[in-house]
């Protein structure tokens, strides 16, 4: 339900930008997503979860297969990055706010590559076989 509410977040977000700043003039969108580098990042941001929130539903993750699924998933790790990218080249002033999301971000992800690389559950000896004396 997270990643929804991201995707959610982030279409209106995209939305009041299409209307509010551009009056949806195709033409104007394109020139600035090519003159802009935070609004470029920010919509490939939400290009990635698109097909995220297409997915997101039980009945695609049994057509998908688990493995599949999740190999779609960690886009998320992508598109979370482009959404701090797009924040801090947005922000001209105070990066505070910006830098904390990215701190909180960077911590979040080193998790995972720690669990990723951490091994999985105790070891298990392996047991030595015994020489025959006869």
Do not use: C
């Not at 995209?14 to 997503?33: G, N, Q, R, S």
């Not at 992508?78 to 990066?95: M, P, Q, R």
């Not at 701190?103 to 020489?131: D, N, Q």
């Amino acid at each position: 339900m997270l990643g929804l509410f991201a995707f959610f977040y982030g279409s209106l977000h995209l939305l009041t930008y299409l209307w509010f700043d551009k009056d949806f003039v195709l033409a104007d969108i394109l020139a600035d997503v090519a003159k802009r580098r935070f609004i470029t990042v920010g919509f490939l941001g939400f290009v990635l979860m698109i097909p995220l929130a297409v997915t997101s539903t039980a009945w695609a993750i049994r057509n998908m297969g688990g493995k599949r699924w999740q190999a779609l998933h960690r886009l998320i790790y992508f598109s979370a990055i482009a959404g701090v990218i797009h924040y801090i080249w947005l922000v001209k002033s105070d990066l505070t706010k910006p830098l904390q999301y990215g701190v909180i971000l960077a911590v979040l992800l080193m998790y995972r590559v720690a669990v990723w690389v951490w091994p999985k559950g105790p070891r298990k000896a392996v047991p030595v076989p015994r020489e025959s004396t006869a």
